[in-house]
């Protein structure tokens, strides 16, 4: 009997993402809605053979795993998974030191505009002319700082999110998926997200997910153990 791969493990044997290897399964004329698992119909799959026969068309060299080996021990598991914390672990504090460089970029920058305010350049007097002795002159207060909030254009207000988006903070917390674990998916490109500037709920969102996201999140964290599954599960394209 021929072995049957997931989506997802055929993305990732074909080294490619969600979004590419739907489109190859529509050039390949494969229908995505017609390769449900009887057991399990919240599963996608595709066989051996369908698999072998993409691969070839795009010169892909395909590395099958084999059947007859044996599991991975528990410890095995476990460095994998010490591995991805430190890997995620490593991300986040990239991305903290990012921040505190461009905030201490922005802060030189304001100093520096401060300071350039207060030079005052005064033409000399002829040489001819007499010259009266100059007024002491009172110090100027510096100028109050303005935050990054309020150097924006006043009057401007964020539209409210369409309702076709999800705003990303939501729907991870609905589907218990760690920070981490979305923040490396992000770094990775395995989600394709939508940024913008939109109001929800009276908060305000910048990152969102539209129906492709939503279905590349759930086909990337569903086999998860703590995964929480809604309504809308699989969120089929």
Known sequence: MSRR????????????????????????????SKQRDRADPRQK??????LIQMAKQREIELHLPDPDRKPESSATRLLAAVNERFAALELQMTHRFDRMEAQLQTFMADVR????????VTPSPPE????????PE???PLPARTSKKSRTKKGTKAKALPKALVPLALFKSEHKV????????????????????????NRNVMVALGKLGQHEFYALFHEREKFQRCEQCPHEL
């Open 5 to 32: 791969y997931n989506f997802g493990q055929s993305a990732d044997l074909l080294r490619t993402n969600p979004k590419t290897f739907l489109k190859w399964l529509a050039e390949d004329g494969i229908d995505a």
């Open 45 to 50: 799959y595709i066989t051996e053979e369908q």
């Open 113 to 120: 505009r401060d300071l350039e305010s207060q030079v005052k």
């Open 128 to 135: 001819y002319a007499p010259v009266a002795p100059p007024k």
């Open 138 to 140: 009172r110090p100027k």
């Open 178 to 201: 760690s920070d981490k674990a979305v923040e490396y998916a992000l770094e990775k490109r395995k989600i394709t997200v939508e940024r913008g500037r939109w109001t929800y709920n």
